[in-house]
């Protein structure tokens, strides 16, 4: 009895992973092959990543191929993150103003150089029409309830026209398939800050919501999303506002050193990274510190004596470095050529366990 219903389970599972070529032949789902690619690549160390890597960096903008990752470290980072807010709207471009014209061609350049994509999504506030960080109270209520279902389904379908638009022919991972990535929604649940977490809404209906984006987006555009959950230093529970299992792939968590305090920082990290690996553990999750950065990096050697002390002894799959803001040097992560951090950057990349393109496509 037991034994019937265990394989009955596993095919199941199977099944769902797997889809039909027009061909008849089963081919598993672009975000399954992404899955395991991901699982795969974490035995050969943490792959790094940085948000909007091609589209601009500390002193530049709009110089198609330029990358500050790739001018001090000599390669592309492996994961590249990109940012979905405004799309709900119909804009032409997302809130940084980056065009998704631009958005879709980099995402495929960067699939087509055998690398890893990550989307997040500041997402207006649907009421007021104001920014992600507008917190009119009572929103996720109000979109669930009916009254707003509409409008947040229209911006979901945007979503998923986009992410559909992604497959490639050839592409890296099979021919005719491709265009799988890693989309984190709904993301900094856990602060006050988003009109989607905190006080604006109860971790219930945040878990109704989250729930509600994956079946949209799975019905949508099937196979090519891995799901992502991820929570800001802070969380005191990875389960408080968890959608459950079937609606997430990867957990991870949002820690940066906003105060130039290396000490705390790596005692955040380890902290939250201890919570995140176990409960992806207990869950057979894939983990990652999803954003992360020194804020306008003072600290020269904060790439190798703090970032990496703190990661490298937990299984996670990357490390998203967030943006160089060529228009608010505030917002500065990632080493460019001249800056104090650059000879750590290098040292950070030339680690054996740090993975960037090359690194990733090794035959
Ligand atoms: C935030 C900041 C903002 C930016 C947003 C989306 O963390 O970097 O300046 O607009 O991400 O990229």
Redesign the pocket.
Known sequence: MTRISISTAFVALVCSAMCFAACGKIIAQPSHQLLNRLARLQRQGIMVGH?DDTFYGHNWHGEPDRSDVKETAGDYPAVMGF?L?GLENGDSEN??HVSFADIRREIIAQHERGGIVTLSW?CRNFVNGKTAWDPQGGETAWLLDGAGLARLDNAIKKVADFISSLHTSPSPIGEGRGGAVIFRPWHEMNGDWFWWGGKNTTPELYRRFYSHIHEELERLCPGQIVWAFSPNLGATSMEEYYPGDKCVDLVGIDIYDFDNNARAYARNVEEGLRMVCDFAKKHHKLAALTETGCQQLQQTEWFTKTLWPSISGFPISYVLL??N?WD?HK?LYVSYPGHATEPDFKAFAALKRTLFIKDINKP
């Open positions: 948000q940012d807010g809130l940084d500041h967030w943006r803001a608010n917002e």
